[in-house]
């Protein structure tokens, strides 16, 4: 990976869809709707992930005038970005139980430290 995404709700939104079924294939139009996210959201959004190397992408192979419509780019997770995913679920989950005591080098709010 070049470097984590900035965690952001819209990220583990998306992070959380394709964790359901983490070795499936996905649309844009498809994560979006699971995520509750807009084209304009989303799509920037895939493209940071696809740079981390969280996600890989590519077209898929039909024909559209037999499809009916046009071709979809498909995302899916890597193995590096599966990992990167549960972890950051599992350590924002981990944040918001009570008796946190934060994350080294994340700011608690109020500008309080751990």
Known sequence: ????????????????????DPTAKHYGREIGKAAGLSGGSLYPLLLRLEQAGVLDSDWEDVDPSEAGRPRRRLYWLTSQGAEYAGQTLRDVQRSLSPGWRGVPGFPMSGGASA
């Open 1 to 20: 990976m070049d470097g984590p995404p900035r965690i952001t709700v819209n990220l583990l939104k998306v992070l959380r869809v394709l964790l359901e």
